[in-house]
């Protein structure tokens, strides 16, 4: 994991639309100096290993993955990875291990990243307002799906639960939220993010 961009391409691929998503993580957790970091849904490390740097050894983020699998491979990317020592993974299907997800000093989460792009993302915003605070950043990976996410009649999961996080962004109260389209080698997709409010 570098810093040093390779050329256009690679700086546009590392927002949360692109392959990469590491630097624009990272940037967002110092900007919001968020010292608690809550990952919902990881594949490998990629993600996990800008958010443990963002943090810094004395912070927490909990990554949450669905298998044991997964769990391996964000293990592997953090192997002498900067602030590894922070992270604490946690398998299994995001709706159950929720619910055991506490922050270590009852403190709330600063920056909840939902980003298993399933059918569940609603779910996942209302957790993060369960476990965040007013001022909790709240970012969702995935958001426009090549445009797929207009079409209103989609039976692909992921586009429905998108859908759905979206209107529930739009319209809570204690939401609130923009969404911002990008570009890179992955084809067109977006991220949104929110803060949580009184
Ligand atoms: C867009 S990728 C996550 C990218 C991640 N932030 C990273 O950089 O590795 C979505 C991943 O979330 C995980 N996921 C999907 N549904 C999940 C669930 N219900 N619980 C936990 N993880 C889930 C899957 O491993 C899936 O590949």
Known sequence: MTDNWAGVEEFLDDTLGGPGSG?????????????????????DGRSTVWLARGVGPSGRVV??????????????????????????????PAVTTLHSVRTDDDSSFDLVLVDAVDE??????????VLGRPGTVVVLGNVV?????????????????????????ASHPRLDAAALQTVGTAGWDGFAVALVVE
């Open 145 to 169: 799906r090549g445009g797929e996410v207009l079409d209103e009649s989609s039976s692909d999961p992921a586009v429905r639960g998108t859908r759905e996080v979206l209107a529930l962004l």
């Open 120 to 129: 569940n993302s609603a779910q996942y915003v209302e957790w993060a307002l």
């Open 23 to 43: 630097k624009f993580l990272n940037l967002l957790t110092r900007m919001v100096d968020a010292k608690r970091v809550l990952e919902i849904g990881a594949q």
């Open 63 to 92: 990554t949450l993955v669905s298998n044991t699998e997964h769990a391996s491979m964000v293990r592997s990317d953090l192997e002498g990875a900067e602030s590894a020592e922070a992270v604490e993974i946690v398998v299994g």
